[in-house]
């Protein structure tokens, strides 16, 4: 599954048109960066650590 890396949202559009970016429906982030993981336990992992992240920063 593809992850959003700025909110770990799992919307995310592809937009081949604009040069392979993908775009998250959640949070507007928008790049050719995102993070690919199959394994459902890691990505499970990888969302809690963004969204731990995202608390420090609030
Ligand atoms: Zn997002």
Redesign the pocket.
Known sequence: MKI?P????E?LNYEPWLGEIYE?R????RGVFIIEEDDPEIAAAIKKEIETGKNKEE
């Open positions: 959003c700025k909110c770990g949202s919307e998250c959640d949070c507007g982030y």
